[in-house]
């Protein structure tokens, strides 16, 4: 059985990464699952695949991680969709985390940054939703603790179920955990002790 | 459909990071506990679970939340080999505080101080941020966890160099490296979907 984790930072059977990650048994295992869970999904109705790894190749081009970029567009058919997602990640770049703190003494430690808005034609070539999500990504993203009750309401409008939201909010998540733990084991792979 | 923004009702907003207890307010309905099926309950993991709002809401998708618990669990809790737990709950709440996330960073840096002993270390961390002075080993702990979390991700050789100068192994290594990156999921969901309050307020 592939290992996404695996796969994507290069870890052979039999290495001494893959050794190390064996001591984690049930991290290795669950990592794999909830990307199982996500994109090979019981249940379209809050969220389709399309929608899901159209989200994830946004995600990985917003880290600028090409390799994992490419992994996930495998999972999207549609090339007019997929140069939209391309176009989209590529124009959001920005360097993260920002954002405010509730009033007070860590007002001090504020961060400016942009709120994100996708524009046209790539929003139409998306669609309401996706273009939603997108927005949505891009401050989960870079500037989390921004988040605020009407920025689900903007989901919400956009067509987004509570079940829905729940998905896409792991959904991107879990990509911010995925891409660190590759980049992470990447870097040590290429220095042995 | 009932899709809709809950208003979270009066509380007090914590404004500063903390070890208090805090309670966590949700944005978003969760399952009522009567409706939840065994296959919410699978979910869930520990039953005890069902009686909060933040793990009620995420069960709205159950195989997505039983994999990230038992993700969770392993990251933090397998005895065997690698960084002890206090380093484990040192990189989450590093992690926490740079992103920003007063709720996790609370808890984590509750477990970082019960199992470390290094109160005052831990609550520098809070009050200055990661840049706080905490002697070179869990120096270099925290500036993983900040190289991981920046956006785009700044961790390089330079970092596996100085965890390896400050003692870890590779599999103390790896442990920081899934810890910092376990917690950038984590606070994202914490951040999004709900907000924190003082505890009884």
Request: no cysteine; aromatic share 0%; net charge negative.
């Given at each position: 059985m592939s290992d996404v984790i695996d796969t994507l930072a290069g870890i052979a059977p039999g290495s001494p990464l893959d050794a190390v990650r064996a001591r984690r048994p049930q991290a290795r295992i669950h990592a794999q699952s909830s990307y199982d869970s996500l994109f090979?999904?019981?249940?379209?109705?809050?969220?389709s695949r399309q929608e899901r790894f159209a989200l994830a190749c946004f995600v990985a081009g917003l880290h600028d991680r090409q390799e994992i970029v490419a992994f996930y567009e495998q999972?999207?058919?549609?090339s007019a969709l997929k140069a939209a997602v391309r176009t989209a990640a590529t124009t959001a770049r920005i360097e993260g985390p920002y954002g405010h703190y509730p009033k007070g003494p860590l007002s001090a430690e504020d961060k400016a940054g942009p709120v994100h808005r996708i524009a046209s034609p790539t929003r139409e070539a998306l669609g309401t939703r996706l273009a939603a999500a997108f927005e949505h990504a891009h401050m989960l993203v870079y500037h989390p603790r921004d988040s605020a009750p009407p920025d689900l309401q903007a989901l919400i409008d956009a067509g987004w179920s509570t079940t829905g939201i729940v998905v896409i909010s792991q959904l991107v998540a879990f990509l911010s955990y995925q891409i660190r733990v590759v980049a992470g084991l990447s870097v040590l792979k290429a220095r042995p002790a | 459909m009932n899709d809709k923004v809950l208003s979270v009702p009066g509380h007090v907003e914590p404004v500063v990071f903390t070890r208090d207890q805090l309670d966590w307010l949700p944005w978003l309905e969760p399952m009522a506990e009567q409706d939840l099926t065994a296959r919410h309950m699978a979910g869930l993991?520990?039953?005890?679970?069902?009686?909060s709002p933040y793990f009620r809401l995420l069960v709205r998708d159950p195989e997505v939340l039983e994999a990230r618990t038992r993700t969770d669990k392993d990251i933090f809790y397998n005895p065997d080999a690698g960084l002890p737990r206090a380093e484990r709950e040192l990189a989450a709440a590093a992690t926490s505080r740079y992103n920003g996330c007063i709720y996790c960073a609370s808890v984590h840096a509750r477990f970082a101080a019960t199992y470390s002993k290094r109160v005052e270390d831990v609550d520098r961390l809070l009050a200055q941020g990661v840049g706080a002075d905490l002697e070179a080993r869990w120096n270099a702990i925290v500036a993983t966890s900040v190289a991981l979390t920046s956006t785009p991700i700044t961790f390089g050789p330079e970092h596996i160099d100085t965890l390896r100068k400050a003692g870890l192994d590779d599999a103390s290594i790896v442990d920081v490296i899934n810890a910092a990156s376990f917690f950038n999921w984590a606070n994202r969901l914490m951040l999004s979907l709900g907000e924190p309050a003082a505890a009884g307020g």
């Open positions: 090979k999904p019981l249940s379209e109705a809050d969220a999972g999207l058919g549609d | 993991v520990d039953a005890a679970r069902a009686k």
